[in-house]
Each structure stands twice: as C-alpha cells, then as structure tokens.
C-alpha cells in the first residue's frame, strides 16, 4: 500500500515485502516516479523479513531516484531487517529512519 505524503514529493509504501508482493507495490512505485516522485519512504515495521527480490526493487528503486537528486528511506526496519540491509551493503544506498516521521522531516529539511 502506498500513500502519497503531503508537500514532500514522496511516497509511503508499506507491508510484507518478498517475491510474492514486489510486482505490485514495484509497479504502484513505477507509477507514483512517472508522476513526479523524488522521494520514496518504504515502511518495514510489519515486515519480519525481506528476501533478494525486495533487496532488487529497493536498488532498482535508488536507481531511479538517483537521475532525479532523490532518495530511498527505509523506515522502522526491525532489528533482523536493518542486519540484512547492513549486510548486503544497501544501508548505503537508502537511508534507514527510526519511523516515518524521522523520515518525512529528513525529506522536509
């Protein structure tokens, strides 16, 4: 489920995020960047795990926002999801917030 955030030219994604739930939220994250986004926050706090496939989209996703001066946030990431991020170095291509609202003032400021 994606939402669009108020002033921030960002996108909210949020849930389970595996091979069986990328195609869909990548194509809602392909619509809302033809549309102009620059900013795309994906909320983990739901999610227990993430496999290669959510790892692709999420560089796939930096990619894109890279041509436009964006950025990738990854907020409320269980402890198990930030080890995973750490450990396939894409901590260094997104950025990882506490929460939303951390993520939502970096845009902001």
């Not at 069986?20 to 994250?29: A, K, S």
């Not at 990854?74 to 396939?88: D, F, G, K």
Request: net charge neutral.
């Amino acid at each position: 489920m994606t939402r669009r955030l108020e002033g921030a030219g960002a996108e909210r994604a949020q849930g389970p995020t595996d091979l069986g739930t990328v195609p869909p939220v990548r194509r809602h994250l392909r619509r809302a960047l033809d549309d102009g986004a620059r900013f795309v926050v994906l909320d983990l706090a739901a999610v227990r795990l993430i496999d290669s496939t959510a790892l692709g989209m999420m560089v796939w996703l930096h990619k894109e926002l890279l041509d436009r001066d964006g950025r990738v946030y990854v907020a409320a990431a269980r402890p198990v999801v930030r080890n995973v991020l750490q450990l396939t170095s894409a901590d260094r291509l997104i950025r990882l917030s506490e929460d939303i609202d951390a993520a939502e003032a970096d845009i902001s400021a």
